[in-house]
């Protein structure tokens, strides 16, 4: 777990130090996959050579090599390269012509695969020291958008397209930590409870996943045929019952001792207060 800088608590210096430690603990063996929240030139500054992330829609490079000289002023920059067609203005600029035309049979279903070779990012001269990579969008008849992926490794495109759905098994933790435990109901404002929270936020729903992963499942009523070991199944188990009293604790956790018995119960707490309705005197005198 990172927490952001206490004096820069942007989200460009929080990536660029969590990635600071990816570059770290990545293995010669290992390629790092991120979605599109994060940016070639930030994988490109921490020295993260072998990546595959997601791309916008609109996402454009350059040619590693200049375009052909005939009249006006030398061109400095590569030739731009836009992977997919925009709308800009109510004008529609088109895509740019792909390099290589791939189609793949997957799970029953056609794949074209296009793909762009050696490029570079946006406005930058063309060089042969430049870190170069590759661009490739998947059109899935599965997905109403086509995947654009990047990649500065020499693999073939149907690898590409397998790497990418591993990094969907990350956003488990958020699931069970925020939705299955209710965190994203909480709202904290102290300087150190607004890192506290998310950290035991993240470590409890880790433990609650794999409890839930070890445990039989669980079915959530007699509707439930085939249940899942899914965390959400194992918290509506565990809901109601007693905490276990031969559970061993550290000292300093006690049950905090607080008298609730003028407090609403059931559906009287949802009620919207109001004062009692004081009786008519006059009725009363009839």
Do not use: C
């Not at 930058?124 to 899935?140: G, R, W």
């Amino acid at each position: 777990m990172e927490r952001v800088h206490p004096r820069d608590g942007s989200e460009r210096r929080l990536w660029m130090d969590l990635l600071g430690q990816v570059q770290k603990g990545v293995k010669d063996n290992a390629a790092v996959v991120v979605d599109a929240g994060v940016k070639i030139s930030q994988l490109q500054a921490r020295h993260i050579e072998r990546y595959v992330v997601r791309l916008s829609s609109n996402f454009s490079a350059g040619r590693n090599t200049l375009p052909v000289h005939t009249r006006g002023r030398k061109p400095i920059y590569g030739a731009v390269v836009r992977p997919l067609a925009r709308t800009r203005k109510g004008r529609t600029i088109p895509a740019t012509p792909p390099d290589e035309h791939l189609t793949w049979l997957y799970d029953g279903r056609t794949i074209a695969i296009q793909v762009w070779r050696e490029l570079v990012l946006p406005k930058t001269v063309p060089s042969l020291t430049h870190e170069t990579f590759d661009v490739y969008a998947f059109h899935d008849p599965s997905f109403k958008q086509p995947w654009l992926l990047a990649t500065a490794l020499p693999i073939a495109a149907q690898s590409v397209y397998t790497l990418y759905p591993l990094r969907w098994s990350v956003e488990q933790l958020p699931l069970a930590a925020r939705q299955m435990l209710g965190t994203h109901r909480q709202f904290v404002h102290a300087p150190e409870a607004i890192h506290r929270l998310p950290e035991l936020a993240f470590l409890t729903g880790s433990i609650l996943s794999i409890l839930a992963a070890a445990s039989p499942p669980l079915p959530t009523g007699f509707w439930d045929r085939h249940p899942k070991p899914t965390p959400g199944r194992f918290r509506r188990a565990l809901f109601g019952k007693p905490f276990p009293r031969d559970a061993p604790l550290p000292d300093h956790f006690r049950k905090k001792r607080s008298a609730t018995d003028h407090f609403p119960k059931d559906h009287l707490a949802r009620l919207p207060t109001s004062p009692p309705i004081q009786p008519d005197p006059v009725s009363i005198a009839a």
